[in-house]
């Protein structure tokens, strides 16, 4: 690995309230995708470092669990205001360490600050239950307890909303954080601790460290770690909530998907082919919710295919970085455009047709590549098992509906999918039998906002409990049952006089 370069930002740890160099002598580079430019060093953290995070963020918390709810929510009022104070910021830096254009920055900041708010709110949702009387003079009720130290690791393609999907609930919830962001996007992640501590977060409830799968295995079995947060690709998911539950952590680990799009005959062609090309080629494919998989049944196909190619061969496709027109930026590496091109090759070798190539001189030192549509593509085929992970949309033709979720039920990801129809019993079988956790009818990227739980299913999530929604408010909490007997300070009890009078135990 090499050293950190001396001409570029070299990224710290917060570990304690503490912005600190790494003592790290393994380095990893951070570019800017629009130029191919290196912009930052990551240190890539040893055992040791993580070590060190973990025991602080374990220090703070007997204090940190102990304040009271209304004032670790107030903490997050503050945040949420920092957020929309630093917007364009944020959403620039997002652009400059991401690639996606500053439209797709400015819409994930949204989503985070939407999670802010929904763990403002949690003081509403923290309350347990009670029973009185749930045996003679026993009443009984449960209360929630934070589970202890927290980790994220989050994924490159949405460097803030992710971290804020996890961040707000399990701090609110009273227990404290650290957060290993990608080593592909890091600036983010510092941008929101920044953030943090303005609004009066105390020293140690949230922490950042840095690395690669020596730093998460590390995170993974240290036995102070009480949860893992993943989101990723399905091996690595796979990979975190397998050692992380043998090592007695509670683990939610989000995978890769292969996401469906039908397209019925009687769907409106136009917005049909608008909704597939924003699904495909939103952030240039690099989201888990992206549609992959295009199921034309029936008739509609030949226009589905010929309109989607003239729509999305027309986007304006270039650097990012501070560009307000581009639809669509490029890829996070070099190394990552070339895989993606390598399966349009694929695809022809196996008998598809690729119906728009995206490859092209961009006249740009950025890793670019245009949207792909590849045609006649058959369900046994890499491209329609595989995730690409890019601009890449494949077409499968079938005869019906039966046919198309037959071609879901195959598929062993199942994270979303989307029906185009204006048939309410198509789109009713859609929904009861797809085999997807998360389902649109008309809706091109069917993603739950904070309320709602992020249910992908399958090889598409490993755990119990999703992020999102209150499922959330559960993961990062644990509940007790209470139950109670009280006698008299006298010692009588209800079989006492006293209790019989209409005055009541207290005389009054």
Not at 225 to 244: D, E, L, Q
Not at 260 to 267: G, N, Q, R, T, Y
């Amino acid at each position: 690995m090499p050293q950190p370069a001396s001409d570029v930002r070299q990224v710290p740890l917060l570990h304690g309230g503490v912005w600190e160099q790494s003592t790290s002598d393994r380095w990893g580079e951070v570019f800017n995708p629009s130029s191919g430019e290196q912009i930052a060093s990551v240190p890539l953290c040893s055992a040791e470092e993580i070590d060190k995070v973990v025991q602080t963020a374990a220090k703070a918390l007997p204090q940190w669990s102990e304040t009271p709810i209304v004032e670790r929510a107030r903490v997050m009022f503050r945040f949420r205001a920092l957020l929309e104070a630093n917007f364009e910021e944020l959403a620039a830096i997002l652009t400059r360490e991401h690639g996606k254009t500053l439209a797709e920055s400015r819409a994930e900041m949204n989503r985070g600050v939407e999670m802010v708010e929904f763990a403002a709110g949690f003081p509403s949702l923290f309350t347990g239950e009670t029973l009185p009387n749930i045996a003679a003079d026993v009443d009984a009720e449960t209360i929630r307890h934070p589970v202890g130290v927290c980790v994220g690791i989050t994924p490159y393609n949405f460097p803030s909303m992710v971290p804020l999907w996890m961040i707000p609930v399990a701090i609110v919830c009273g227990n404290t954080f650290v957060l290993k962001p990608s080593e592909k996007v890091p600036l983010s992640a510092i941008r929101l601790g920044e953030l943090l501590q303005e609004a009066g977060l105390p020293a140690g409830v949230f922490n950042i460290v840095h690395g690669d799968r020596e730093s998460v295995d590390a995170l993974l079995e240290h036995p102070l770690v009480a949860a893992i947060s993943f989101v990723g690709s399905t091996a690595v998911a796979k990979h975190v909530y397998t050692k992380g539950t043998a090592n007695g952590k509670r683990v939610q680990s989000a995978g890769g998907a292969k996401n469906h799009l039908i397209v019925m005959p009687d769907a409106d062609p136009d917005l049909a082919v608008k909704a597939l090309a924003a699904s495909a080629y939103g952030c240039a494919g690099q989201r888990c919710m992206a549609g992959s998989v295009a199921v034309v049944v029936g008739s509609i196909g030949d226009t589905v295919v010929d309109q989607l190619c003239d729509y999305a061969g027309n986007f304006r496709v270039g650097p990012s970085d501070g560009v307000e027109e581009i639809e669509m930026g490029p890829l996070i590496r070099a190394e990552h455009r070339q895989r993606v091109a390598n399966y349009l090759d694929i695809a022809a070798a196996e008998g598809a047709t690729v119906a728009l190539d995206g490859r092209r001189d961009f006249d740009s030192d950025g890793f670019l590549i245009g949207p792909s549509v590849l045609d006649r593509v058959e369900p046994q085929m890499k491209v329609a098992r595989e995730e690409i992970f890019g601009p890449v949309l494949s077409v499968i033709r079938a005869d019906d509906l039966d046919a198309a979720l037959a071609i879901g039920r195959s598929c062993p990801y199942g994270n979303g999918a989307s029906i185009f129809t204006r048939d309410g019993y198509a789109a009713r079988q859609f929904k009861q039998h797809f085999n997807a956790g998360m389902i649109g009818i008309n809706v091109g990227v069917p993603a739950p906002m904070a309320w709602f739980p992020f249910t992908g299913w399958n090889q598409s999530f490993f755990g119990d409990l999703h992020i999102q929604g209150k499922e959330s408010l559960q993961f990062y909490t644990r509940q007790k049952t209470v139950l109670t007997r009280w006698f008299a300070a006298s010692g009588e009890t209800h079989d006492d006089p006293v209790w019989k009078t209409d005055k009541g135990p207290s005389g009054g």
